[in-house]
């Protein structure tokens, strides 16, 4: 009965969005949830996005039926080349990749953890990095994998703590389920390196284990699509068997309309082909049990502007837009910190990368300064790094100083 059921803790990262909006204070200032503001911290409507919104709604030819299972195929096909690097991509010119539409990033990871706990033997249990976005241990918790902990950022150096992320991936079980974040590391804002990325490639060939990246910041993080997506570029090269979670949520500002994509690619094979095709129809299974069909709104957006040149050439420039005001921002606050001799090192706010930033703070300052300056951060010392404009950035640095000082 009714009466088993316990009372759940509110979502720590809604429940921040919901007593930042509760906040009657004018100054206050949110820094917690990823999503992207303007320099009035407003949301922003990608211009591309506009374009894309009036050319469906013009269309005769649109409709409300169905998606299929696996989604709109014009729009997965394309999510696949674009974080393959495009059509030349030996997953894709070998068809050794399975595609299908999910909501948005988050339903893409369930996916893939409900295909591997039925299908991958090795799926005991998945390691992921320390710290990492909280939803992925509850993700995986719910289809039975219990998630273990790599090191991952280093307090010292506020940077990469490689060699015990190295040793520990040496350490776990061979065939171990490891989840990668492709670029922008969430919550820290810190990436390996290429060449860094290729030693963890030869430890992962080495224990035969399973690589699952997570990407939700192509385009977003650097302005380069295919910048931001040469972690999995490489791993594919190599010939690895992975899967990748895609978001289309912060690259073209869909947050609330849950366009992503899930892929599975196997390793080059005779008989890759009809290992694609088996694993397609178990996807198709899954996905008919549990949603059905897809969404078609987003997907139909992102699909528009990636199967047009020109359309494709300005969502360039929009992601440009918000990456570069982005980085600057991280320039303004470490500046400024700079300036007010806040102690400490700043050096790691212009080296992390993409929507976040790991401050350092602790979780005694950032409630002190919740209360005190109304600036809004999750309680790991992340700072959403789009909450920052020309306008509050003086503000929250000289917050940051106060509560540092005291
Ligand atoms: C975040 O970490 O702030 C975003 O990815 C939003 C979310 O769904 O958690």
């Not at 307090?155 to 520990?168: A, I, R």
């Not at 190599?238 to 366009?259: C, D, H, I, P, T």
């Not at 897809?294 to 359309?311: E, F, H, W």
């Not at 909450?387 to 940051?400: E, F, H, P, R, S």
């Amino acid at each position: 009965t009714a009466e088993v059921v316990p009372q759940a803790p509110e979502d720590a990262l809604f429940g921040l969005m919901r007593a930042y909006r509760a906040d009657e204070n004018p100054d206050k200032v949110d820094l917690g949830i990823g999503a992207y503001r303007d320099d009035n911290a407003k949301p922003w409507v990608l211009p591309v996005v506009k374009k894309a919104d009036s050319i469906l709604f013009n269309n005769p030819e649109l409709d409300h039926e169905y998606a299929p299972i696996a989604g709109i195929a014009s729009f997965t096909s394309k999510a696949a080349e674009l974080i393959l690097g495009g059509p030349d991509s030996p997953a894709i010119r070998e068809k050794r990749i399975s595609s299908i539409q999910t909501i948005s990033g988050t339903g893409a990871v369930h996916l893939g953890a409900l295909f591997l706990s039925k299908f991958y033997p090795g799926t005991k249990k998945v390691y992921v990095s320390k710290p990492t976005w909280a939803n992925h241990h509850q993700i995986f918790n719910n289809v039975g994998i219990p998630t273990v902990e790599y090191p991952y950022f280093s307090k010292e150096t506020k940077g990469l703590d490689f060699e015990n992320m190295k040793l520990s991936l040496l350490s776990a079980p061979d065939k171990s389920v490891i989840l990668l974040h492709a670029c922008a590391h969430n919550p820290t804002g810190v990436d390996p390196t290429i060449d860094q990325w290729k030693e963890i490639a030869t430890i992962i060939r080495q224990k035969s284990h399973f690589p699952f990246f997570d990407t939700a910041y192509q385009g977003f993080a650097s302005g380069d699509l295919m910048k931001d997506n040469a972690a999995i570029r490489y791993f594919v090269e190599e010939g690895f068997e992975l899967v990748v979670a895609q978001s289309f949520a912060k690259n073209f500002g869909l947050y609330g309309e849950r366009a992503g994509c899930f892929h599975i690619v196997t390793g080059p094979a005779p008989e890759a082909q009809s290992t694609i095709t088996r694993i397609a129809s178990q996807l198709a299974i899954l996905q008919r049990s549990e949603i059905s069909n897809p969404p078609l709104y987003g997907a139909r957006i992102a699909s528009t502007v990636l199967n047009d040149q020109a359309l494709f050439s300005e969502w360039e420039e929009n992601l440009r837009t918000m990456s570069g005001r982005i980085i600057s921002m991280r320039k303004a606050l470490r500046a400024k910190l700079e300036d007010l001799g806040t102690p400490g090192t700043w050096n790691h706010i212009t080296d992390q990368i993409g929507m976040f930033s790991f401050t350092g703070l602790t979780e005694a300052q950032v409630l002190k300064i919740r209360e005190d300056a109304h600036v809004y951060m999750t309680k790991n010392g992340r700072i959403s790094m789009a909450g920052l404009n020309t306008k509050n950035v003086d503000y929250v640095a000289k917050a940051i100083d106060k509560v540092v000082r005291e």
